[in-house]
T-cell receptor, first 113, second 117 residues
Framework: GDSVTQTEGLVTVTEGLPVKLNCTYQ???????FFWYVQYLNEAPQVLLKSSTDNKRTEHQGFHATLHKSSSSFHLQKSSAQLSDSALYYC???????????FGLGTRVSVFP | NTKITQSPRYLILGRANKSLECEQHLGHNAMYWYKQSAEKPPELMFLYNLKQLIRNETVPSRFIPECPDSSKLLLHISAVDPEDSAVYFCASSQARDWGGANTGQLYFGEGSKLTVL
């Protein structure tokens, strides 16, 4: 089956500095899609970024990620972290068999002034 | 997000029976129940595609899903256990349409927080 690995459980960053969250995956399917979900306190997960195209940069709300099938990665980055970015971030993988998404364990981001 | 509504939003139970309700107004053909325990990712419980239950995870038998029509989803819980304390999210997606990056994206409802005494 599919698996998604997020290596950092907690990332702390100073406001204005860059932040990077790692995501790697394993899958046996050829047709796949990737998502970054963000979950704020006491809210539901909501999609932040999505991609199914190899080597194409995807951007939204100052965040960006590029799917690299050669390295099985979909890292999330932002050049300047904001206090409002403090949240839980999940990397997720979907395949074309309508089995739902496979989530990583999540990375909590804490941005300090 | 008012496009997927869940009720009730909060419930506190002893060993009682209760049902969670969900309705989506996105025209999606797949609906899901996810369980999220504290500091853990959402875990898939049940998946309905066009009202057919096509994936049932190893969930305790006291959880019984029901899909009365393609836009509604119910989760019946009987004799809850303290380990059932969690937030239960309903979600939907447009499955089997892989023409672009929108496909397979899950849209979550606000969640129903269950506290078992």
């Amino acid at each position: 089956g599919d698996s998604v690995t997020q290596t950092e459980g907690l990332v702390t960053v100073t406001e204005g500095l860059p932040v990077k969250l790692n995501c790697t995956y394993q899958t046996t399917y050829l047709t796949i899609a990737f998502f970054w979900y963000v979950q704020y306190l006491n809210e539901a997960p909501q999609v932040l970024l999505k991609s199914s195209t190899d080597n194409k940069r995807t951007e939204h709300q100052g965040f960006h990620a590029t799917l690299h099938k050669s390295s099985s990665s979909f890292h999330l980055q932002k050049s300047s972290a904001q206090l409002s970015d403090s949240a839980l971030y999940y990397c997720a993988l979907g395949n074309n068999y309508a089995q739902g998404l496979t989530f990583g364990l999540g990375t909590r981001v804490s941005v300090f002034p | 997000n008012t496009k997927i509504t869940q009720s009730p939003r909060y419930l506190i139970l002893g060993r009682a029976n209760k049902s969670l309700e969900c309705e989506q107004h996105l025209g999606h053909n797949a609906m899901y129940w996810y369980k999220q325990s504290a500091e853990k990712p959402p875990e898939l419980m049940f998946l309905y595609n066009l009202k057919q239950l096509i994936r049932n995870e190893t969930v305790p038998s006291r959880f019984i899903p029901e899909c009365p029509d393609s836009s509604k989803l119910l989760l019946h819980i009987s004799a809850v256990d303290p380990e059932d304390s969690a937030v239960y999210f309903c979600a939907s997606s447009q499955a089997r349409d892989w023409g672009g990056a929108n496909t397979g994206q899950l849209y979550f409802g606000e969640g129903s927080k269950l506290t078992v005494l």
